[in-house]
């Protein structure tokens, strides 16, 4: 397991109206080809409490992003596949539709990148369009 930087950018909306959110922490890399998992404590806090998130990779077919704390998750992102998620926030719980469309994953033992591109509808309703690009480097 090894100390790490991350850099993460997300955009999310619809059309022309989109949200971009970049923010920067550490945590942990660990694992080998192509399936690795990178750990962190999100910045946001939910009730004086962090949130921690996993991020599961197996080669470019499918990353799953977990959640727990505050806020509890589980998608799965799967390459050109639609996968029905369960998202959990303090108000109330959700299920999702997730729709893989691009999945880019250059990580190794000393780093590298993720990129996912994907949809997020419920009852079939399209919520948002999706990009999150992350970048880990050793510390």
Same mark, same amino acid.
Not at 97 to 122: Q, R, S
């Given at each position: 397991m090894k *100390? !790490?930087?991350? *850099?993460?950018?997300?955009?999310?909306?619809l059309g022309s109206d989109k949200d971009v959110i970049e923010f920067k922490t550490e945590g942990t890399l660990s694992?080998? %080809? =192509? +399936?690795y998992v990178l750990s962190y404590l999100d910045g946001a806090v939910i009730d004086n409490a962090k949130?921690?998130? $996993?991020v599961i990779t197996s080669g470019d077919k499918s !990353?799953?992003?977990? $959640?727990?704390?505050a806020i509890k998750s589980k998608l799965f992102i799967e390459n050109g596949v639609r996968n029905n998620c369960f998202y959990s926030v303090p108000e109330g719980s959700l299920n999702l =539709?997730? @729709?893989?469309?691009?999945? &880019? +994953?250059?990580? +190794?033992? +000393?780093?590298? *990148?993720?990129?996912?591109? @994907?949809? &997020? %509808?419920?009852d079939l309703k399209l919520i948002s369009e999706n990009s999150v690009e992350i970048s880990v480097t050793e510390r």
């Open positions: *100390k !790490v930087v991350i *850099k993460i950018k997300g955009t999310q909306g694992g080998a %080809d =192509g +399936n949130i921690k998130t $996993r !990353v799953t992003l977990e $959640r727990s704390g =539709g997730i @729709y893989g469309k691009e999945i &880019l +994953n250059t990580l +190794n033992e +000393n780093g590298g *990148k993720i990129k996912m591109v @994907y949809t &997020l %509808d419920t």
